[in-house]
């Protein structure tokens, strides 16, 4: 990673435990995703910044994030690039070793997960973000995820689950409860769906 913006006089410290799952010579990269990045000019530009790094020697690793400026408010004002005070501090690792960029999820011991200028935060723990779908409720849970992608899926149909099989059977025959399954009287339809969907709805 090599950091390409000059620094504002602004900052915050990111510090990294000693304790961390990496290989000497693994680096770390501090990004904001919607960092200011006009420079000069009061352009109002944002997107993503590589605003500190750092290689990891197996010992605490302590750098600085570098804040942007906007004085576009003053006369002659301007703007410098750097993270956004409030946006969510992004991190990922280059593996040495295999030549690979992985996204990564962390916990903080000290401080805010959000960027905050003069202040300073302790990453206590950092794992590769493994993306899928978290909720184990979903049709595909992913047990081995550790990031939510948004990719969960649902039964559509919310008398059966995600395989099919049904959740409201109080005859214990497989059949999901239905007008079949019990006397059919409109004043038991409450839903106005033509179905007496469950036992709330018509007695068995």
Known sequence: YYVQIEQTGRSQAV???AGLNLEIGDEIGIFDSNALLSNQE???EYGELLVARGTWSGEQLETVAISSIDFCNLQDGYQLPGFVEGNPIVLRVWDASEGVEYDVIFDITTGSYNFEETSFVIVSNIEV???GCTDNSACNYDGSANTDDGSCEYSSNPD????GNCLNDPDSD???ADQDECPYD???D???DNICGDVD???Y
């Open 129 to 131: 973000a493994v993306y």
């Open 186 to 188: 409109a004043e038991n």
């Open 174 to 176: 497989g059949i999901c």
């Open 160 to 163: 059966y689950d995600c395989d």
């Open 15 to 17: 510090i990294f435990d």
């Open 42 to 44: 009061c352009s109002n």
């Open 190 to 192: 409450i839903d106005g």
């Open 201 to 203: 709805e018509c007695p």
